[in-house]
Structures are given as structure tokens and as C-alpha cells.
């Protein structure tokens, strides 16, 4: 694609406009670039002689490794006059939940401002600093990240102020042709499933923010800057964009596949696997003394793209059963073209439930919000999950025509 061209679809992403060249076509040879290269070398003039406010983190640089805050702030004719930062901080090292306050960039000297704190949406005065917003994070393509709801807020926010919002588009990395598990119900809304998304939702961030804008569910004017060469069935390791985990937590590709599954024992007295070497791909309990029986119940199901197995782990303090030594059961990809992380989830709930309905316990107010519904604890407790997962496969196929109109890539 021309440089003209890309800077023709860069503009007709923005919202209610018509792309003229959409889906993009990927030219899959040269590699993925990433938004933040697509808006220097071609789309600059959508933040040139503007004041710029960023959100960004760790996860925002160019396939050199140098972060956008750097790339924008030594821009020709660029202002950046205000960083924002989400959770675990603008260089992505605090620990999850942890709150994070007001600080100042080393490096450039701008203020950095909290939306993971005091102040979850920016201020009127922290707005007044900018002309423009910039978002530029790498998503997981969950749900219950918060990333994404914490710059939803911001975009909203940003929007009944007047000022433009714009998105520096990054891959999905489970595969943005993949849509899983149930649609939100908005009485369970919070910062982890603001508005009515499937929980593995399918969608690059920038796809996502053109849908919650499109459908008025945000109030913001959204431009996305496009990647270049990007196809929706890509994996991330196929995107050729240095990985660096997109949070402290999420630590591989195959973590980032479960996830969007072996995040709903953080609603249990089970562990979620951190405090280990390898979160969300372990799960277990200081009970869970037949972990031996259990896998083998789970790999008798056959479900598709896993394998269990046993092991020992130390958990280190801070966390679930911090400082004993537990068994847990082991998730292995075999498949990751086949695996279905939100049903693997569900699975593995009920089998632990029933063999432990003592000492498994929801913690209700965490496990609701995270399954955006009080459906998934009864299903577990009745024993009604094939109905449930039913019911979740018809609501990521509503979902999937629901996002067609908003799509950008093929």
C-alpha cells in the first residue's frame, strides 16, 4: 500500500466514515507494523501542531523497542503534554489491583496521570492540558483486561470534552478471528467488562473502540491508525512484533490463550497460578490433593487443543496459599488453532467443584464480575454447564455480527 493510501485509511477509520480500502488486505511478507510506525511515517498529521496526551505503557514502542512516549515526544511539531497510565503503572511493574499515583516521567519530565487510583477517568483539568488523545497498548483480546475499559472511560471522557481520540492499532494476540463466551450483562459491569462484549471478543483494540463508538455505547470521535500487513488470523508470534508481556502476570503466548478461561478462578479460593513461574496456566489449591484424579477426569473429556498434567509449586508470599507448597494441574496448548479457553474454564470449575464443594468456594462478587454474569455459579453448582456453554457459543455468534460492520482487517 502507498503511503497515500495509508494515510487515506488512516482517516477513514475515524468513525462514520466510510473506509474506502476496508477490510485491509495483509501483505503478510514484510512483517506487521504496528499503528504507532504507521502515524510517523505516514498519519502524523492527525497530532502535528497539537497538544497530545498519551496512554500508554511498557507494551507501546516500535518493533525497535523504543517506546512511543519517546517516539512522540521527539516528533517534529508534536506536544506531548500529558502521559496517562493504567494498571501496573506507565512501565507496566505494579502488581495487579495495585493502586498506582501521580507521578512524573524521568525521561521527559511530563506529568504522568493515574487512571488506576483516585481518579479513574481523567479530570476536566487533566483534559485541559491536551488537544488530543493517543492511546497505544497491547491488548490480550479479553475481556476482563482492564486496560481497555480504563481507556474506554478515558475516550468517553475525552469525547464529551470535545477532544478527538485516537487509537495506534496492535494485533489480537489470540487471533482476532476467534470470538468466545458470553455477551457482558451490563448489571455486572465493571472495570473488568464495562460494556456488552463477548468475553473473548475477537476484535483488535482499535476494532473495538470503532464498535463501542459506532453503537453510541461510548461517546468519543475514534480514528484509528491501522497496522500494516496485519491479517485476523494471526497469532502474535506470526505478527513478527517483538512480544514483551503486556502485563506482569501474562508471561507467554500460551498464558494469553488461556486466559480468557483460568481467569475465572480468580473468583475462587482456587490459585490462578500466580505466585508461580507460569500463571494462568496453572491451577490448584492446598486441598487439591487429587490433582492426580482430576487431570486424568479432564484429559478423559478430550477437550480440544489441552493437555493436564500434575505438578508441586511454591507460591510466593502475597498471594493465595503464599508460602506452601500445592498441588496444582498443569494446562499444556497441544492445539492452539483448536482449544477453547472460555469452555476449558468452565469445565475445570465444575470438575473442582464437584470433587471439592467444601473447600471450593466463589468469592461472588469477583467471579460475577469477571463472567459479567451470576449465570456461570449456578451452571457450576447445578451441573447445568452444557447448557451454559450453549448458551455462551450462541451469544460469541450474536457478538460476531454484531462487530461486522466495525471490523479493518480481513
Known sequence: MSPSGLRTLALAV???????????????????????????????????????????????RDRKGTSTI?????????????????????RGV????????????????????????????????????????????????????????TFANAANAAGAAGKPVIVLDRPDPIRADRIEGNILDTAFASLVGQHTVALRYGLTVGELMRFLA??????????????????????????????????PNLRSLEAEI?????????????????????????????????NAALAAELNARRLPGVRFDTVTRKIDSGYKFGGQTIPMVRVSVTDRNAVRPVELGIRMLRAMYARHPQDFQWRQRQIDRLAGTDKLRAAVERDSVDALIREWDADAARFAGMVRPFLIYR
Request: aromatic share 8%; hydrophobic share 40%; net charge neutral.
Open 14 to 60: 475515524a468513525i462514520g466514515v466510510p473506509a474506502t480500502r476496508s477490510p485491509i488486505r495483509a501483505q503478510v511478507s514484510t512483517g506487521v507494523i504496528p499503528g504507532v510506525e504507521v502515524l510517523l511515517s505516514d498519519s502524523l498529521h492527525l497530532i502535528r501542531g497539537k497538544r497530545v496526551g498519551l496512554l500508554t505503557n511498557h507494551s507501546g
Open 70 to 90: 519517546d517516539l512522540l515526544f521527539k516528533a517534529p511539531g508534536v506536544k506531548l503534554t500529558a502521559l496517562f497510565a493504567a494498571e501496573h503503572g506507565i
Open 94 to 149: 505494579a502488581r495487579a489491583g495495585e493502586r498506582i499515583g501521580t507521578t512524573v516521567d524521568s525521561a521527559t519530565g511530563i506529568t504522568v496521570y493515574s487512571l488506576y487510583g483516585e481518579t479513574p477517568i481523567p479530570t476536566k483539568e487533566m483534559l485541559d492540558q491536551i488537544d488530543v488523545l493517543v492511546y497505544d497498548i497491547q491488548d490480550v483480546g479479553a475481556r476482563v483486561y482492564t486496560f481497555e475499559w
Open 214 to 247: 459506532g453503537t453510541k455505547r461510548i461517546n468519543a470521535k475514534i480514528t484509528v491508525v491501522p497496522m500494516k500487513n496485519y491479517r485476523r488470523s494471526m497469532w502474535f508470534d506470526e505478527t513478527g512484533i517483538p512480544r514483551v508481556n503486556p502485563s
Open 258 to 290: 488461556l486466559y480468557p478461561g483460568t481467569v475465572l478462578f480468580e473468583g475462587t479460593t482456587a490459585t490462578e497460578g500466580r505466585g508461580t513461574d507460569s500463571p494462568f496456566t496453572l491451577i490448584g489449591a492446598s486441598w487439591l490433593t487429587d
